[in-house]
């Protein structure tokens, strides 16, 4: 339990309407929360529903004369409130030490105050820093190492001479450090395997979802930039390298050497081909196909990617284009007696074709 008064010291808030002795046990959304808990509004559209609330208060970006709740004042209630579940769920800290079911090479260099939990195997030369957990079933491969203060969730792979920073936490399912795509074709069409000889580097506070993959590098490192996030079911080929902060959304695909600048956001299923550069401060919208270097700054849609405001401008008139086909019909009727849109097309190989 935390005090009203004591949530808005946190947050350098203004409390309003209250003397901040009332406590709160949690935060909810608007329509969930009750006396002991916080809600906060994020989105205007919801101010309507302020005066019939019934939490203990509420977080605001301005005083709300029609509240009936406590309100603290905030420049974002959404960051307030991300900071807030910190303090009501903080992460796990390491409380049991290394169990006696899990598998660890005599050669590793274990922190002494690391958990790993039943069903892991840490693996020759791996190094394991100060603070970190691995949840059940867990590999680290060997000569990989994990900084200090990570979170490794059920069944994480960390393979062979992979590196990762300080403060990373990977959720459930994820491999880090696969063999990359790599192929070359025989004299007679086989697939020859091409061995994957680098790895790959997360740096400090990189977070990674569940059933993501990020390979090896052919030669050299597979990098993830400092601070980036990773949503779940995201593959990253051999050798792509992200800058720092950059967000990369569900079922998103990064093809091998392909780099990213700084806090470049990629929404969910886009598909990114290789050996292209998306520039620092880029957005690619939900599904969109990148085929080539963006510069700093990009706003694309679509597939192939154009830029936001076109690909919106060509949306808005794919709706029309039944209404159009039926006024182009009409007009070419009224100017030449006939509809030339149902007449048979012929197309460059002398092929004739019915349009209908």
């Not at 691995?134 to 393979?159: K, N, Q």
């Not at 403060?167 to 061995?195: C, K, N």
């Amino acid at each position: 339990m935390i005090t009203l008064s004591q949530i808005a010291d946190q947050l350098g808030g203004v409390l309003v309407g209250s003397d901040g002795k009332e406590e709160i046990r949690s935060i909810r959304p608007m329509n969930e929360a009750g006396p002991q808990d916080l809600t906060f509004l994020a989105n205007p559209k919801y101010r309507k529903a302020v005066p019939a609330l019934r939490a203990g208060a509420i977080l605001v970006p301005e005083i709300l004369p029609e509240a009936q709740i406590p309100q603290i004042v905030v420049p974002s209630p959404y960051l307030a409130m991300a900071l807030l579940l910190q303090h009501f769920f903080p992460l796990p800290t390491p409380s049991r030490g290394i169990s006696p079911q899990a598998a660890v090479d005599p050669s590793a260099r274990i922190a002494q105050d690391v958990e790993i939990r039943p069903g892991c195997v840490v693996e020759s030369g791996a190094e394991i820093g100060s603070g970190t957990i691995l949840f059940a079933g867990c590999v680290v491969g060997a000569g990989a190492r994990i900084g200090e203060h990570c979170i490794l969730h059920p069944r994480v792979s960390v393979l062979d001479r992979v590196r990762i920073g300080n403060r990373v936490i990977v959720q459930s399912g994820t491999v880090i450090g696969s063999d990359g795509f790599g192929y070359a074709e025989g004299p007679e069409g086989q697939r020859l395997r091409i061995p994957q000889t680098g790895t790959v580097v997360l740096e400090d506070d990189v977070e990674v979802g569940a059933n993501v993959t990020i390979d090896r590098a052919t030669f050299g490192e597979t990098v993830i930039g400092r601070g980036t996030k990773i949503d779940n079911l995201v593959q990253i080929a051999h050798n792509v390298r992200t800058g720092r902060d950059c967000v990369i959304v569900a079922q998103a695909g990064i093809s091998g050497s392909t780099r990213l600048g700084d806090r470049v956001i990629l929404a969910g299923q886009v598909g990114v081909v290789g050996h292209i550069e998306i520039g620092s401060e880029s957005m690619v919208g939900a599904q969109s196909g990148v085929a080539q270097t963006l510069p700093a700054g990009s706003r694309v849609s679509g597939s192939p990617a154009l830029s936001h405001p076109l690909w919106l401008r060509i949306q808005g008139t794919l709706k029309n284009l039944p209404s159009l086909a039926r006024r182009l019909s009409a007009l070419e009727k009224a100017v030449f007696g006939r509809d030339t849109a149902r007449e048979p097309s012929t197309d460059s190989e002398g092929e004739t074709h019915g349009t209908h």
